[in-house]
């Protein structure tokens, strides 16, 4: 584990009020001189607090701030330059002069993956506050890599797990995270960290949707959802189970893990390989 800086890039809407929201993540650790930025790349999130948002002007603004950092982090290993603070660098990139832009005050963490960092960072400081329509169409990965990935890595499963893809009559449906004992064994990351009960509930009629096509294959599947932040109202509870896991049709097994249960149903799962080899 190795201590890394980073900072917090900002759109401060009105100096005055100074209203801000988080736009992006720079990442610093000087020992081996890794530097890398992540900035959003739509704004319609920020556009539903400010109405008067120049948008295009902002990611254009962003990408080149990110452009810049690539160049130095380019300089800190080819030119043999060195830094000991990443607001030398942001300084630099973007003074301080009252801009719309600015880098928040110097901060710290712990990490042995920088790359992992950065997106877990900008995952938890930028993209989190999207609403619910504008969050990243790959969240569910997020989910896997908040939660569940540590008890696979743990129990040496992670390894094991192969990507197996269905063909439906109008798709080809690839869960990434499967291994075969009779049956295949497909294991999806879902996350129902959402604000609204009908994003909720769209989210599981898609995927109902897609379990029905899976079926229309007739291949013999069980399938498991490893979800993270389930709502705590009953009803959506009981929807979500009742959809997504009473099917009538008996060639697919639909299974709800949830967070409290992750590191139980690895050992029973690496058990269950072991005993299959």
Same mark, same amino acid.
């Given at each position: 584990?190795?201590?890394?800086?980073?900072?917090?890039? /900002? =759109?401060?809407?009105?100096?005055?009020?100074?209203?801000?929201?988080?736009?992006?993540?720079?990442? #610093?650790?000087?020992?081996?001189?890794?530097?890398?930025?992540?900035?959003?790349?739509?704004? @319609? /999130?920020?556009?539903? +607090? +400010?109405?008067?948002?120049? @948008?295009?002007?902002? $990611?254009?603004?962003?990408?080149?701030?990110?452009?810049?950092?690539?160049?130095?982090?380019?300089?800190?290993?080819?030119?043999?330059?060195?830094?000991?603070?990443?607001?030398?660098?942001?300084?630099?990139?973007?003074?301080?002069?009252?801009?719309? $832009?600015?880098?928040?005050?110097?901060?710290?963490?712990?990490?042995?993956?920088?790359?992992?960092?950065?997106?877990?960072?900008?995952?938890?400081?930028?993209?989190?506050?999207?609403?619910? +329509?504008?969050?990243?169409?790959?969240?569910?990965?997020?989910?896997?890599? /908040?939660? #569940?990935?540590?008890?696979?890595?743990? =129990?040496?499963?992670? @390894?094991?797990?192969?990507?197996?893809?269905?063909?439906?009559?109008? %798709?080809?449906?690839? +869960?990434? /995270?499967?291994?075969?004992?009779?049956?295949?064994?497909? #294991?999806?990351?879902?996350?129902? %960290?959402?604000?609204?009960?009908?994003?909720?509930?769209?989210?599981? #009629?898609?995927?109902?949707?897609?379990?029905?096509?899976?079926?229309?294959?007739?291949?013999?599947?069980?399938?498991?959802?490893?979800?993270?932040?389930?709502?705590?109202?009953?009803?959506?509870?009981?929807?979500?189970?009742?959809?997504?896991?009473?099917?009538?049709?008996?060639?697919?097994?639909?299974? $709800?893990?949830?967070?409290?249960?992750?590191?139980?149903?690895?050992?029973? $799962?690496?058990?269950?390989?072991?005993?299959?080899?």
């Amino acid at each position: 584990m190795k201590k890394f800086q980073y900072q917090i890039i /900002r =759109y401060v809407h009105d100096q005055v009020t100074s209203e801000f929201v988080n736009v992006g993540i720079v990442v #610093y650790q000087p020992d081996i001189k890794f530097l890398q930025c992540k900035v959003i790349t739509r704004f @319609g /999130r920020i556009s539903n +607090f +400010f109405n008067d948002l120049n @948008g295009q002007y902002l $990611l254009s603004t962003l990408k080149q701030i990110e452009k810049e950092v690539c160049r130095t982090s380019k300089q800190l290993t080819e030119l043999f330059f060195d830094c000991s603070s990443l607001e030398e660098i942001t300084n630099s990139i973007l003074p301080k002069d009252n801009s719309a $832009l600015e880098f928040s005050e110097l901060r710290f963490g712990i990490d042995i993956d920088f790359k992992s960092a950065v997106s877990d960072l900008f995952n938890n400081m930028v993209d989190k506050y999207s609403t619910d +329509f504008e969050k990243d169409p790959h969240d569910d990965l997020f989910a896997w890599r /908040r939660v #569940y990935k540590q008890y696979f890595d743990k =129990y040496g499963i992670t @390894g094991k797990l192969k990507s197996h893809t269905v063909k439906t009559e109008n %798709d080809d449906i690839e +869960f990434t /995270r499967a291994w075969k004992n009779g049956v295949w064994n497909c #294991y999806q990351p879902l996350s129902f %960290d959402l604000k609204r009960k009908d994003s909720i509930k769209n989210k599981v #009629y898609k995927w109902s949707g897609i379990i029905n096509a899976i079926e229309q294959s007739n291949q013999q599947m069980h399938l498991y959802f490893l979800t993270v932040n389930g709502t705590k109202d009953f009803h959506v509870k009981s929807f979500i189970e009742q959809t997504l896991t009473q099917r009538p049709n008996k060639s697919i097994t639909v299974t $709800l893990v949830n967070e409290q249960q992750a590191d139980s149903f690895v050992a029973n $799962l690496k058990q269950e390989i072991e005993s299959h080899v």
